[in-house]
């Protein structure tokens, strides 16, 4: 299984940004089956859940960013977004997509994921 980030963000604050994650590699990569989930990690800091989403689109979020961001996903691409609105400074990070073996989507831990993407930068200047 394959997840590859949309590339290097760098915008203002206040401004909106969507990430976006292709998914693919096997014939039961379908985002549609699994739990699909958006990691973000700081240099030294350890990975935080910022999404999920399970296979029957029951989602979750981190407290830093409900009501800001907002996670879908596109079955007929296999894509997983993020939909980040009201970016403030310190959702500066490294941001993951990764997705779980199973359908269900626990409490949004990183532990808990299989299949990992190789990060995208985001910065967002004040």
């Known amino acids: 299984v394959l997840l590859v980030e949309s590339g290097v963000v760098s915008v203002q604050a206040g401004a909106s940004l969507r990430l976006s994650c292709e998914v693919s590699?096997?014939?039961?990569?379908?985002?549609?089956?699994?739990?699909m989930g958006w990691f973000r990690q700081a240099p030294g800091q350890e990975r935080e859940g910022v999404a999920q989403?399970?296979?029957?689109?029951?989602?979750l979020y981190a407290e830093s960013v409900r009501g800001r961001f907002t996670i879908s996903k596109d079955n007929a691409t296999n894509s997983l977004y993020l939909q980040m609105n009201m970016m403030k400074p310190e959702d500066t990070d490294m941001y993951y997509c990764a997705r779980r073996s199973v359908s269900w989507c626990d409490p949004l831990k990183a532990a808990a994921y299989k299949f990992w993407g190789q990060g995208t930068q985001v910065t967002v200047s004040s």
């Open positions: 989403i399970s296979s029957d689109d029951i989602t």
């Open positions: 590699g096997s014939s039961s990569s379908s985002v549609s089956a699994y739990c």
